[in-house]
């Protein structure tokens, strides 16, 4: 089908306010990234009847309208041509909507400028992890064995893949280091250097942090004595968060610091090594002992709830999940999941995350045996497509959010599954795919529970959809015989 791309783009200009309301706007691989100066004069009714529009929202100070893949460009192309603006990029736009937000939005927003870019390679890191507790988990193919007990020849390519799967999480620090330096202003390999310096070999790994502090096995914290005036931990951060995050900013601000002061010609010399050996030395004196304290309160409190009030907090978290999604703080959780994945052995956020987006994805489906025009049966089959496979955007702004009660079928759907796996203390051993294929980073003794939630997670929201469709339409009916009586 071919499309007036000027056409459309001249409606959406007219929607958003005209050309003088626009201060940049981009596009990524599906949506229109626009910074307006002033959202109130949008016309979302008026921007809901163009051609190709399949969503509109507000994220993080910038208005994103979803167009599709290879419609999108163009559409792109003909915006700016009409507005008389130049082409900017994904990062411009979304400095212009930094200014607009307000505290937390800019915490959250970090947060997803820090993942977004590394979240590859934990995805990555997750599925080949769940490759490997498949093949090394007994019962889950042959009765009181695992594969790697019937088949000995397995052991080799079950330590390739451990070694794979395990890089990005033991080196987790550097790729933090490197993605939240470019974030901060900082520069990247320093970035990394001092990511990497956090998992030196010569540091306690972390993860044996707890028998040390606890003197179990005869292991004693280690410590670097500071010219007999103080001691540092001599302690690893593998896999954690917080502590990277914070020094990275320090790091990036005493680059930035001496970069103003320093002159150009001994830059090189004095810059790099000044910026590390300060942010090195705060990062394990002062910001990895206090910023793993917070992340373990972090990770308590949360698995507290879970464990005082585990139906009443799946359910919430289940049911408010996908809106977060909406508002952008969902990105927040990674750094969550990777916490209680070092300090608890798994994770149950992430299983429940895999669910919401199923349960969106089931509406969008049952939206698809109920529309009867080809445009919204085709919108809808590939939204619901793109959320099994752990892509939600196109299902819930494409489709259900426009019609509101497949949303609310998918919110109920996905709190009555977070329940089930909760009340059995599912666990995630890493990050994967948060849709179908999800249950590949499941710990293989709750994969029978997590799949038996997948099916309420697909069987809930599809069935209220069809339902609650039912009733519209017997409303209108009613509706319209009332009319002509």
Known sequence: MSYDYRQ???????????????????????????????????????????ELVKGQFSNGGVFQIVIGSGDVDRVYAQLIDLAGRSAATVADVKGSGDNKLNPLQRLVKIFSDVFMPILPAIIVAGLLMGINNLLGAKDMFIPGKSLLDAYPGLSGLWQLINMMANTSFVFLPALVGWSAAKRFGGSEVLGIVLGLLLVHPDLLNAWNYGKAAAGLDGQAIPYFDILGLFKVERVGYQGQILPILAATWVMSQVEIWLKARVPNAIQLLVVPITTIVISGVLALAIIGPVARGLGVLITQGLVQVFEVAPVLGAAIFGALYAPLVITGMHHMFIAVDLQLITSHGGTFIWPIIALSNIAQGSAALAMFCIAKSATEKSMASTSAISAFSGITEPAMFGVNLRFK??????????????????????????IGVGGLPAFISIVPVHIPVFLLGTLVAVIVPFTLTWLFAKRASWKGQAALAGQSV
Request: aromatic residues 4%; hydrophobic residues 50%.
């Open 8 to 50: 459309i783009a001249q409606q959406i200009l007219d929607s958003i306010g005209g050309a003088e309301n626009i201060e940049q706007a981009a596009h990524c691989i599906t949506r229109l990234r626009i910074a307006l100066k002033d959202e109130g004069k949008i016309n979302h009714e008026a921007l809901k009847a163009v």
């Open 405 to 430: 009660y497949p949303f609310y079928a998918a919110l109920i759907g996905s709190a009555c599954a977070s329940v089930l796996i909760t009340l059995n203390h599912v666990l995630a051993s890493a």
